[in-house]
């Protein structure tokens, strides 16, 4: 069973940092609503304001699990503003999570690094990257770091 799920919906990010809907998959959960309209903006994802965010973020932040719901923030081409809630259905094509690949190469190159004797002690970026992960592990702040982009 596909532990990943999406809602059919492909945006692109314009020069004016928008992003709009460019396609619905057909049988999809955007596509069967009739809610979206390709050429609608896409304001917000879940309460998270996604423009002039990357649009890796915006596909990472409308992936998650199937039979999930994602709240989307969406501007009509008439400028009228309204939330439609979308369910995410189960995807059979294989989804790579850069965060699941990322997360064990941080925590061994940290334990690395404190068997590594130093002789000018921890940077600061090194500090900063240590907080990150700590709370990341520990579930109180959820970070995506795409092209050096920080969304806490």
Request: proline content about 5%; hydrophobic content about 40%.
């Amino acid at each position: 069973m596909p532990s990943k799920g999406g809602i059919g919906l492909r945006t692109t990010r314009l020069n004016d940092g928008s992003h709009r809907v460019i396609g619905l998959a057909l049988g999809s959960s955007a596509a069967s609503d009739g809610d979206l309209m390709i050429g609608e903006e896409v304001t917000h994802i879940d309460d998270v304001g996604v423009t002039n965010l990357p649009s890796e973020v915006v596909g990472i932040l409308l992936a998650g699990m199937p039979d999930s719901e994602v709240r989307l923030g969406i501007t009509s081409l008439g400028g009228a503003d309204r939330t439609v809630s979308v369910v995410r259905i189960a995807s059979d094509k294989p989804l790579i999570s850069w965060s699941k690949a990322v997360l064990p190469l941080r925590l061994r190159r940290q334990e690395l690094e404190k068997t590594r004797p130093s002789s000018d002690g921890p940077g600061i970026e090194a500090e900063q990257e240590a907080l990150e992960l700590a709370q990341l592990i520990q579930g109180e702040a959820t970070f995506l770091k795409v092209r050096g982009i920080l969304i806490n």
